[in-house]
T-cell receptor, first 114, second 113 residues
């Protein structure tokens, strides 16, 4: 069985300060992990994904995430927040156990304060 | 290249009415999905399809039916709408399974009164 936990439902940062959105996962197999972003009244867009290659993954708009197997974590970071980063972020785990199944976290709403 | 499109964008139904949501993709993807998004619950999979003519149940299939008669289209039906089906519905598609990115449509906001 697989699961994903986003540790914060809301995160608030000042513009220009670092962003950290936390995600822990559980998987019986070698997982694929994703971060998606959803801007208000929009669909989800892929930020980045991990699929068993490099553990540090770089995505769009300056975001990156590090896969840490020992900690079962896949935290999303960005060195300097921009106003346009205000959105909801979803951590997603997909099992490699034989059939298509993805599990979404409940989301973290990022607020950027000017 | 429009990606994934959904029709309609908004809909209000009365309890007991029926409707069909249409999803179309122009990326020649094999896999298509229907999700619902509710506050505090993330996205939950309703039904999915691994190819033309196939469908399978997801996490929350009750009250919904789907069809995939053409590879590019995935229809979600509500036979008798209930207030509990008030939600935002997202369609997605992907080239393959597991490690492949899903591409999402813009969503349909459905209210059942």
């Amino acid at each position: 069985a697989q699961s994903v936990t986003q540790l914060d439902s809301h995160v608030s940062v000042s513009e220009g300060t670092p962003v950290l959105l936390r995600c822990n996962y559980s998987s019986s197999y070698s997982p694929s992990l994703f971060w998606y972003v959803q801007h208000p009244n929009k669909g989800l867009q892929l930020l980045l994904k991990y699929t068993s290659a490099a553990t540090l993954v770089k995505g769009i708009n300056g975001f990156e995430a590090e896969f840490k197997k020992s900690e079962t974590s896949f935290h999303l970071t960005k060195p300097s927040a921009h106003m346009s980063d205000a959105a909801e972020y979803f951590c997603v785990v997909s099992d490699s156990g034989g059939y298509q199944k993805v599990t979404f976290g409940i989301g973290t709403k990022l607020q950027v304060i000017p | 290249n429009a990606g994934v499109t959904q029709t309609p964008k908004f809909r209000v139904l009365k309890t007991g009415q029926s409707m069909t949501l249409l999803c179309a993709q122009d990326m020649n993807h094999e896999y298509m999905y229907w999700y619902r998004q509710d506050p505090g619950m993330g996205l939950r999979l309703i039904h999915y399809s691994v190819g033309e003519g196939t469908t399978a149940k997801g996490e929350v299939p009750d009250g919904y039916n789907v069809s995939r008669l053409k590879k590019q289209n995935f229809l979600l039906g509500l036979e008798s709408a209930a207030p509990s089906q008030t939600s935002v519905y997202f369609c997605a598609s992907s080239y393959g399974t597991n490690s492949y990115e899903q591409y999402f449509g813009p969503g349909t906001r459905l209210t059942v009164t």
